[in-house]
């Protein structure tokens, strides 16, 4: 049975010396829960030593029974997979009952505790799944891509439904560079874990950066199985999240030892740009672009090209991508509610104008056309910096 974090070797006895502090003072409480009844007679030096000395002795004895029952309290709370596993909890000491102070002590200690580790009430509290926050993300936060948004968020759903996937999620992210690959991918790690990119349940590698060498092939792969974390959710099996750069030739293979990948490249994007195009040309609005008109042709694109190791990788060859969604171009109004999203950011004021004017800083393209932008969004962040006071 998998275990809960582990344990702080000093944490037991903090908590046992802590314990001493709850407990009645000796002739507090008899064995029976009454008032013990006071010395009658004086002792001597000797008889009052060892009388002190039985006492102490008692009070540790119950400090020790007491220390027990709150550890096995304290794991219940914060390893609720353990909780029973080693039979009943000790006996609680003769004449004692947990009291309001000690109930008190247990709830601040676990809240100290589970402020530095990990550890809910139920399941793996790094893991909220706020589907919901997901969705209005997606709504408001991402520009022009409808088909994206659609097929993230039914992928996503769908597969949180699932009792027990017997695959990983893999989805394959393509387009043009600043259409928001990246920019989803951070959107899912925020919703989905209470860390965001900071979580442990998420691993980013980038395939230029991270395995640069073709002869080392083998040792990436052992090092992509290692640095995996599996990440318990409700529904019972793991959720994490990887977003590597797609492979190169020199890449290897991502692992499935995880049940959520995400693939990002710039492999495609020449194809749904003149997909697109041809479609706005024609009469369509984008609005209308649906996956049926894209998704041969991408598809295509990846087996096809030479340029990547991608298509020729065993995720594709196997059909182990459950989705290749595309990120279409962005046009001059998605970078102006870009512009707009930035100086919000940052909480500054802003003007049409300026808005106005950063949109045409870009680049726009085909050369006849001039409808994409050709860095999409990417540098708006900073182009903003020209026009503040």
Same mark, same amino acid.
């Given at each position: ?10 944490l037991g ?14 002739g ?13 007679a004086?002792e ?5 030593a ?10 540790l ?7 027990r029952?709150y550890?096995?309290?304290?794991r219940?709370? $914060? ?10 909890a ?13 109930q008190? !002590? ?9 402020s530095?580790?990990d550890?809910?009430d139920s399941?793996?509290?790094r ?5 919901t ?6 709504r408001v936060?991402?520009h022009g ?8 968020l ?9 009792p ?7 989805l394959?992210f ?7 690959k ?6 899912l ?10 979580s ?8 230029t950066l ?5 002869k ?12 995996t ?6 529904s019972?099996h793991?959720?994490?999240t990887?977003?590597?750069r797609?492979p ?5 293979e991502?692992s ?14 020449n ?6 195009l041809?479609l ?7 609005e ?10 991408l ?18 060859k196997?059909?182990?991508i ?7 171009p962005?046009? !001059?109004?998605? $970078?102006?509610l ?8 940052q909480?500054l ?8 004017e950063i949109a045409?800083?870009?680049? !726009?393209v ?7 932008s ?12 020209y026009f503040?006071?």
């Amino acid at each position: 049975m998998p275990r809960g974090p582990r344990r702080p070797l000093g944490l037991g006895l903090g908590l046992w010396l802590g314990l001493v502090l709850l407990l009645p003072p000796p002739g507090a409480q008899g064995h029976d829960g009454r008032a013990r009844p006071s010395d009658r007679a004086e002792e001597a030096g000797s008889g009052r030593a060892w009388t002190a000395f039985q006492g102490l002795r008692e009070r540790l004895r119950a400090a020790g029974a007491l220390s027990r029952r709150y550890w096995a309290l304290f794991r219940c709370r $914060v390893w609720p997979e353990d909780c029973g596993e080693e039979g009943e909890a000790p006996a609680r000491p003769l004449g004692w009952s947990l009291p309001l102070l000690g109930q008190q !002590y247990l709830d601040i200690l676990t809240t100290w505790y589970c402020s530095f580790q990990d550890c809910c009430d139920s399941g793996d509290c790094r893991i909220v799944n706020n589907f919901t926050g997901l969705e209005t993300d997606l709504r408001v936060r991402l520009h022009g891509q409808h088909l994206a948004r659609e097929l993230v968020l039914m992928a996503v759903r769908s597969y949180l439904e699932l009792p027990r996937p017997d695959k990983a999620l893999a989805l394959s992210f393509h387009g043009w560079s600043g259409t928001g690959k990246n920019f989803v991918a951070r959107m899912l790690a925020e919703n989905l874990y209470r860390d965001g990119l900071r979580s442990n349940c998420v691993q980013v590698f980038i395939a230029t950066l991270h395995f640069p060498h073709p002869k080392y092939v083998d040792l990436y792969k052992m090092r992509l199985r290692s640095c995996t974390r599996n990440c318990w959710r409700p529904s019972g099996h793991t959720w994490n999240t990887r977003p590597p750069r797609t492979p190169g030739p020199s890449a290897p293979e991502p692992s499935l030892f995880f049940s959520g990948l995400l693939s990002f490249s710039n492999l495609g994007g020449n194809i749904i740009n003149e997909v697109v195009l041809n479609l706005l040309k024609a009469g369509w609005s984008r609005e209308e672009i649906s996956m049926e008109h894209l998704k041969s042709h991408l598809q295509a694109e990846i087996v096809e090209s030479t340029d990547s190791g991608f298509g020729h990788s065993r995720l594709v060859k196997e059909n182990l991508i459950d989705f290749f969604i595309p990120f279409l171009p962005l046009e !001059y109004r998605h $970078v102006r509610l870009c512009a707009r999203d930035a100086f919000l950011s940052q909480e500054l004021l802003y003007t049409e104008e300026a808005l106005d004017e950063i949109a045409k800083m870009m680049v !726009y393209v085909p050369k006849e056309e001039q409808l994409f932008s050709s860095q999409g969004c990417k540098s708006i962040s900073q182009r903003i910096n020209y026009f503040l006071p």
